[in-house]
T-cell receptor, first 113, second 110 residues
């Protein structure tokens, strides 16, 4: 069974569209994250939720809105997509509360045309 | 804020030993992690140091010196499959936030 899964794996869309990426973890973790990895492989935290509560909100355009319906799911909705949003988006989870290891999903490769 | 520096690229031959360095500047420090990422893949956890010294896990070891704000990942008996990007990451005292370094591309050659 996949520990952290994301859908879709690939997403190609036009500028101005709205899209969502879904993430699920079956590890029983309390904390989930969204990261963005750009073309230079720089990996940057965007958001983090602990038990459905937002705990990290980095400087991200408000076109990006995370939602956590329960602690096993964290979705990312992006409005009015821009060319610069093209990147790989990784979801991750951890036990939280001082536990270090983060487990990453396979990534969603977003290309905005 | 946090900033981490790593060499951008390292090349070594199969069977050799390679060391990937990481220096960091942080406003608060809780520990240093290392992650491996193969091309097209997801980052996977390798090791974590919260205290000074060496942690060994099989062919991989990680070292931390908090007084020098410095750590390294040591890979022994290199194999072709070790060709990947390696990221150091600092965890701040605030909680769960990891700040990643720019990554080191390791190429293992025959």
């Amino acid at each position: 069974d996949t520990a952290v899964s994301q859908t879709p794996k690939y997403l190609v869309t036009q500028m101005g569209n709205d899209k969502s990426i879904k993430c699920e973890q079956n590890l029983g973790h309390d904390t989930m994250y969204w990261y963005k990895q750009d073309s230079k492989k720089f990996l940057k935290i965007m958001f983090s939720y602990n038990n459905k509560e937002l705990i990290i909100n980095e400087t991200v355009p408000n076109r990006f809105s995370p939602k956590s319906p329960d602690k096993a799911h964290l979705n990312l909705h992006i409005n009015s997509l821009e060319l610069g949003d093209s990147a790989v988006y990784f979801c991750a989870s951890s036990r939280g509360g001082g536990k270090e290891t983060q487990y990453f999903g396979p990534g969603t490769r977003l290309l905005v045309l | 804020g946090q900033s981490l520096e790593q060499p951008s690229e390292v090349t070594a031959v199969e069977g050799a030993i390679v060391q990937i360095n990481c220096t960091y500047q942080t406003s608060g420090f809780y520990g240093l992690s290392w992650y491996q990422q193969h091309d097209g893949g997801a980052p996977t956890f390798l090791s974590y140091n919260a205290l000074d010294g060496l942690e060994e896990t099989g062919r991989f070891s990680s070292f931390l010196s908090r007084s020098d704000s410095y750590g390294y990942l040591l890979l022994q008996e290199l194999q072709m499959k070790d060709s990947a990007s390696y990221f150091c990451a600092v965890r701040d005292r605030g909680g769960n936030k990891l700040t990643f370094g720019t990554g080191t591309q390791l190429k293992v050659e025959l």
